[in-house]
C-alpha cells in the first residue's frame, strides 16, 4: 500500500467538468460573461441566501466582506486563533487592529462561552469589535444562533468563515443562509470541498452590502446611474465611488465552479461516510476523535485526531513524522495564528489563547477526499495504531 503518497485532501475533476471549461474557451467571455453570474445563482440558491458575489479568492471575499462592513483604522475584529491566517489578515488589510477568542475545547471552534466574556469586557473599556470572524473549522458550523444573539446585543457585524463548510448545515439549514449572521464566505482552493482553481465567494442577505461587494470587486467602479453622483456623460460612462480592487473570478473558474456545484453533494456525502468509518476504524486508538455538536451536520472538510500522549510514549512530532514516513500526507491545521512571527511583532504572545495553544500541540489532520479509496483508510488506520503502540520496537 505504500507504492504512492496519499494527500491530506484532494480536488476531483470529472470528465464534465473539463467540458464545461473548455465550452468557456471557445465562447465570446473569458471573464465577466454569463458563467458568473449562473455559479453565483447556484451558490446562493444552494445556500438560500439572496445574493452571491464571486471573486478571486476567499482571501479577497474576507478583505471586501470587512469592507463593506465598514471596518476600518481603530476599529476590532475578533476571530479564532484556529484558523488560516487570512480570517484575521482581513482586518489588518482594512487597517484595523485584530484580536483571537480562545476555542471550544471539544468542537475546536471559537468558544462562545469565551467570545461573551471577552465582549463584556471590551464594553467596559470601549473596545467592542465591529466584526466578528466565527471559522467553521473543519466543516463544522459555530454555534450561531448564540453569536447571532451577541452581535445583537452587542452590535456587531458576523462575517462567517465558512471556507471549509459549503455543503453542511445548521439546524437544518444550509451553512451560507446568512440566518444569523450578515455575510458569509466560501473558498474554492483545490483542498477545498468544491474547487474553481483559485476562487471564492460572498453571500449575503442584505441588498447595500451586495451592491457595495460588486463594487469593490472591480475598482470601485459603477455603471449603475442610480449610485452616481450628477448625471451620466453617456453611454460609455462610469464613476468610481470608492476604492476597490480587481478581485474578479474569470468565466472559466466560474464554469468549473457551476459544473462542481452539481456533485457538492455527492461530495459531502462521501466525505460523511469516511468520516464515520474513521470513527469506526480508530475507536480504541489513544486519540481523541471530532466531537460533533447536536446542530450541526459538518461538510468534513478536515477529519482531525487529538493524541492522548499521555497514553503515548512518542511526541506529538514523532507521530507526526512516522506517518509522513511512511507515505501518509497528515497535515496539521492550524499553527495558532496568534503565535506566527507577524502576530508576534504586534504583540501577541504563547500563552495569550492556552485552549488552541495545548490543541496545537496535540492535532493531526487525517487524509480525507472524494477519491480516498477505503483500503487506503484501512492502511491509515493500521499505520497511525503501529505508530501508536506503547512498545514499539
Ligand atoms: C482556505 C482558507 C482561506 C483562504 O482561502 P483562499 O481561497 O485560498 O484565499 C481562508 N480561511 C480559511 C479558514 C481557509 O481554510
Redesign the pocket.
Known sequence: MTDSYIPYGRQNISPADIQAVVEVLQSDWLTQGPAIERFEKAVADYCGAKYAVAVS????A?HISCLAAGLGPGDWLWTSPN??V??ANCGLYCGASVDFVDIDPHTYNLSVAQLEQKLSRAERLGTLPKVVVP?HFAGQSCEMDRIGELAQKYGFTVLE?A??AIGAKYQGQPVGSCQYSNLAIF???PV?IITTG???IVVTNRQDLYEKLTRLRTHGITRDPRFMTGSSHGLWYYQQLELGFNYRMTDIQAALGVSQMQRLDEFVSRRRFLARRYDELLQGLPVTLPAQHSDTASSWHLYVVRLNQDKIEKTHREVFEALRGAEIGVNLHYIPVHTQPYYQKLGFQWGDFPEVERYYQEAISLPLYYDFLESRQQYVKQTLAKILQKTNL
Open positions: 479568492s476567499a482571501t479577497a474576507l484558523t488560516f487570512a480570517s471559522v468563515d471556507s471549509h473558498s474554492f482552493h477545498k483559485e476562487g471564492g
